[in-house]
T-cell receptor, first 111, second 110 residues
Framework: EAGVAQSPRYKIIEKRQSVAFWCNPI?????LYWYQQILGQGPKLLIQ????????DSQLPKDRFSAERLKGVDSTLKIQPAKLEDSAVYLC?????????FGPGTRLTVT | GQNIDQPTEMTATEGAIVQINCTYQTSGFNGLFWYQQHAGEAPTFLSY????GLEEKGRFSSFLSRSKGYSYLLLKELQMKDSASYLCAVRSSGNTPLVFGKGTRLSVIA
């Protein structure tokens, strides 16, 4: 069974630029999550989707971050404009009923 | 609010046993998860407890006491490849997102 796929793996941008990340969850997993993980910290939830609907986006900085999951499968997370403090690893995870399974993450560096 | 505490760092010797503790305070409880994360990699699922007691999976075991808001991960016969961060996470209800602790960085030395 294929795992969660993410791209790109690494991205370096300048502050005020925009960036987008892509995630393809495990086949059949209805729930998809985007987490932000800053070095030395645990992952922090940004947004949760159930199929193509948003369940929880309370911690998403909506002035600069947006996410969508239009067909209930793939998802994209966008940051526009990026700030220095957005430098982190962005992890996508999916689940059915049990544990969440994580993708390899995208390491974003904002200079 | 939700609070999950675990030690920041631990060091143990190859071949030994190490116990990583986790205490939590959450508004609800529907499972406690342990993940392993090697540097630069994604977290990988290790174990899941929803009822009190010990769950054993090979060299790894996880224990839960819901009344005490306490869990531990026990690693036996430590190997150098076990050097990683170990993340404790709690799900408060249904399929809600996991809330993670900051992780415990374990260093296994010869």
């Amino acid at each position: 069974e294929a795992g969660v796929a993410q791209s790109p793996r690494y991205k370096i941008i300048e502050k005020r630029q925009s960036v987008a990340f892509w995630c393809n969850p495990i086949s059949g997993h209805a729930t998809l999550y985007w987490y932000q993980q800053i070095l030395g910290q645990g992952p922090k939830l940004l947004i949760q989707f159930q199929n193509n609907g948003v369940v929880d986006d309370s911690q998403l900085p909506k002035d600069r971050f947006s996410a969508e999951r239009l067909k209930g499968v793939d998802s994209t997370l966008k940051i526009q404009p990026a700030k220095l403090e957005d430098s982190a690893v962005y992890l996508c995870a999916s689940s059915s009923q049990g544990p969440q399974y994580f993708g390899p993450g995208t390491r974003l560096t904002v200079t | 609010g939700q609070n999950i505490d675990q030690p920041t760092e631990m060091t143990a010797t190859e071949g030994a046993i190490v116990q990583i503790n986790c205490t939590y305070q959450t508004s609800g409880f529907n499972g406690l998860f342990w993940y392993q994360q090697h540097a630069g990699e994604a977290p990988t699922f290790l174990s899941y407890n929803v009822l009190d007691g010990l769950e054993e999976k090979g060299r790894f075991s996880s224990f839960l006491s819901r009344s005490k808001g306490y869990s531990y991960l026990l690693l036996k016969e430590l190997q150098m490849k076990d050097s990683a961060s170990y993340l404790c996470a709690v799900r408060s209800s249904g399929n809600t997102p996991l809330v993670f602790g900051k992780g415990t960085r374990l260093s296994v030395i010869a």
